[in-house]
């Protein structure tokens, strides 16, 4: 491979010096190509006139007449192996392929060319080279630049579920039950600067990039809590917030061991109820989505018309057709942004209990939320009134208990 290199090398030495520069605006797009070919580097041009494709290794133009004749296109390529990788500037003619100029702008010793470089995906499907996610939340890491490190980190957010009476109810009481919030959450992670191009913060270098930060978040796919209960079945509960109004219903039986309600308050934790008194169980779960977003500045220049105003020099072509330099570069900070969302699908591993199919096609769509916090309200559905306020959490499992109701009167 560092033979292939080497005669690569050359053959780029050989048309930098016979060849001159010209400069022109980014049409086209590159695709990965592990091996790198002299007069055919992966570049695929659109056609905007003929609305077809141009190969620079194919046949020229067959896009119906499109492609101006003398028009010069630049790209940026990476090639090599395992061992190295070479980060080249390619300036070409996109109606036959010819490549009219080339620059080599960084070389990577010890990477790997076996997956596309940063700046060759704009939009990947998602930046995590290390993604996992459990019922606590969701970890990624990321190595843009194959030496730099970025990791962000976001938790399952906490959502609510109040209860009345709560943890015990009569049979045919009014109970209540309400979803108290399903709120979204972020996390992120930060570099203050990449060296793409070479440079370093007090002296950049175009291509490099500052002030980068990787945000996982995570939203509810729908803003209905699920929840499930023995001898109840399941209910779909809206966010209604801390003081929206519940759901009400009944409880026909009591919890029996005969009835279902295999677990004991002592076993659950419930100091308020005797610890033999058996209980129902049930679960509760909201589903959520993940996305994510990569935001930083890359340093770029741009050739514009006219001499440089503090010198009166020119020192670039603002036409490819021009006949000699008739434009100054400029350089600046330019914000960039590209994210999306990481479905279930694009996470190796993830456990069945995570993966929420919502439209029951078989697929899973988003990831199931079990960080339930349970809050009792008091008859007028508060959760702030001091007398009744409690919370509980078992990780979305829910425990109730329910006596029997005959010949008692009053609050539960």
Known sequence: MRKALSILSLFMLFLIHSVSPAQADLTCTQFW??????????IVCTDEVGGGTIDPGGEGDPGGGGCTPGTVQVTTITVGGDALCEVWEIWFDPCTGQILYSNLISVIEGGSCTAPPPHGDENPPNPC????????????????????????????PDTFLDLRPFPVTLVRW?????????????????????????????DPEVGDWQDVTLTLQLLPATPV?????????????????PSGAPITFQFEQPSHPAAGASTTAGQ?????????????????????????????????????????PANGTFTCRT?????????????????????????????NGLPPSLSADLDGNGTPDAYWNHQVIIRRMDEANSVTNPEWQ???????????????????????
């Open 390 to 412: 409690g919370s509980w959490t078992w990780g979305g499992v829910i425990y109730w208990g329910v006596r029997e109701g005959q010949g008692q009167i009053g609050f539960p």
């Open 225 to 241: 809590m699920y929840f499930t209960m023995q001898t109840l079945g399941t209910f779909a509960l809206p966010d209604v917030g």
């Open 268 to 308: 659950a934790g419930l100091t308020d109820l005797e610890p033999e008194m058996p209980l129902f169980s049930g679960t509760a779960q909201s589903a959520y989505r993940l996305f994510w977003n990569l935001a930083y500045e890359e340093y770029k220049r741009d050739c514009k018309p006219g001499p440089d």
């Open 319 to 347: 036409s490819g057709q021009a006949p000699k330099d008739d434009g100054h570069w400029e350089y600046e900070w330019d914000p960039q942004s590209t994210g999306g969302e990481i479905t279930p699908d694009m996470v």
């Open 174 to 202: 009014l109970s209540a039950a309400r979803n108290g919030g399903t709120p979204p959450a972020s996390g992120s992670g930060s570099l203050d600067y990449i060296s793409y191009g070479g440079g370093i913060e007090d």
């Open 129 to 156: 080279t290390t993604l996992i996610i459990t019922p606590s939340g969701v970890s990624c890491e990321t190595g843009w630049g194959l030496e730099v490190l970025l990791a962000a980190n976001v938790s399952f």
């Open 33 to 42: 190509n592990p091996i790198p070919i002299p007069g055919n580097f992966g």
